[in-house]
Structures are given as C-alpha cells and as structure tokens.
C-alpha cells in the first residue's frame, strides 16, 4: 500500500483565496516533504518539516505535520494562478534513499 | 531551471529500438534517481546511485538499465521496451553526506517523455 495519499485529488479555487492540501501516510517517518509539479514537468522541492517539527513556513507556504496522527497539511495562502499545478507529499521513514511519493492534488486557481 | 537535465525531451521508440536517456546535473550532488510517472499513478522509485555506486533496485525489468559513469551523470538504456512502459521518466539528484542515509530535498529535472509503439 502507498505511503502517502494526498486529500482532495482535485481542487478548484479563485486567485486569492487559500488552498489546502492533505497527506496521509501509514508508517512513522523520518521527514516529509512537499513538491510541486507543472504539467508535463519536473517536480520542484517545496519544503521539508522533519518528524520532530510541528510548523514550518516558507513565503505563502505554510506546512503543518501531526505525527500523532499520520498526517501533514500544505497551506497556499493568497492563490496566484501561477500557482496552478499538481502537488506532491513524499515521505522518508529512515533506513536507504528511497522517497515515497502520493498521487498528489491537482490545484486549479482560476482568475 | 532546478540544475539538472534531461535529454532527450520526447522520444518515440518501436518495441525492438535501443535507446538511451541522459541525465546531468549542475549541482554537485553525489546521488541520482531514475522515476518513472505514469498516469494515475504515484511516482514510482526505479534506480538510486549513490557515489556512483547503486544502492536501490525496486525490481524494474532488466529491459531498463542504468549507468552512472561519475557522480555528474546518469543514464538508462532501453531495450524491448513495452507499450505499458510509455511513461514520464524524471532524473533527481539530491546532497547524500558519506556515511549516511537519509533523503532530504531532491532536485528534478524536466523529464523525458517515452512513448512506445
């Protein structure tokens, strides 16, 4: 079974308002990490919120993580359209190199 | 642009082609990946190199082979490729220090587009 899903698959929003995605994940994890992904392109890294660290920001970002209860939370606050793109959360449990990534959400920001 | 290339962009091959994607990187870095995205899928894990040497093989197929000649640059040569194996094919290199594991943030390149006929 996958590692980490990611809630709602799709989202449709107006420039402006905020967007929220979820990540849930089975298994405890050293890190997890978020990417962005224009369609057809490479994945860009986001930010990363270790196991031990609750909030992280990083300009409109906003990325919570609940180790209690498996799950993470990506904030885009103020939506560009420029924000428009598939999202990914990835997680690392420790031990190799291996990421494991969700299907992701694909966000929408209509203007 | 994120430090790392991919060529070729888009490739079309037939079943008994042998072709080969490449891909460098800008960065320093000292570990590689091959993913391959499909459709409605999660991005699957096929190959890491780490130093240059491999350290992870998610049991793809023998008709994919990766090459990693020094810590810039990877390859993966294709052979009797399958129509199912028309994917989006992303390189990613990310910092490993020696001596350790452990994967923090991974920098993609913009992928190859493979279809097979």
């Known amino acids: 079974s996958q590692q980490g899903e990611e809630d709602p698959q799709a989202l449709s929003i107006q420039e402006g308002e905020n967007a929220t995605m979820n990540c849930s994940y089975k298994t405890s994890i050293n890190n997890l990490q978020w990417y962005r992904q224009n369609s057809g392109r490479g994945l860009v890294h986001l930010i990363l919120?270790?196991?031990?660290?609750r909030e992280k920001h990083s300009g409109r970002l906003r990325v919570t993580l609940d180790t209690s209860k498996k799950s993470s939370s990506l904030l885009i606050t103020a939506s560009r359209a420029a924000d428009t793109a598939s999202y990914f959360c990835?997680?690392?449990?420790?031990?190799?190199?291996?990421?494991?990534f969700g299907t992701g959400t694909q966000l929408k920001v209509e203007l | 642009e994120t430090g790392v290339t991919q060529t070729p962009r888009h490739l079309v091959m037939g079943m008994t082609n042998k072709k080969s994607l490449k891909c460098e990187q800008h960065l320093g870095h000292n570990a590689m990946y091959w993913y391959k995205q499909s459709a409605k899928k999660p991005l699957e894990l096929m190959f890491v190199?780490?130093?240059?040497?491999?350290?992870e093989n998610n049991s793809v197929p023998s008709r994919f082979s990766p090459e990693c000649p020094n810590s810039s640059h990877l390859f993966l040569h294709l052979h009797t490729l399958q129509p199912e194996d028309s994917a989006l094919y992303l390189c990613?290199?990310?910092?490993?220090?020696?001596?350790?594991?452990?994967?923090?943030?991974?920098?993609f390149g913009p992928g190859t587009r493979l279809t097979v006929l």
């Open positions: 990613a290199s990310s910092r490993q220090r020696p001596g350790t594991t452990g994967v923090d943030e991974q920098f």
């Open positions: 990835a997680t690392y449990t420790g031990g190799g190199n291996k990421l494991t």
């Open positions: 919120i270790r196991s031990n660290e």
């Open positions: 190199y780490s130093l240059e040497e491999r350290v």
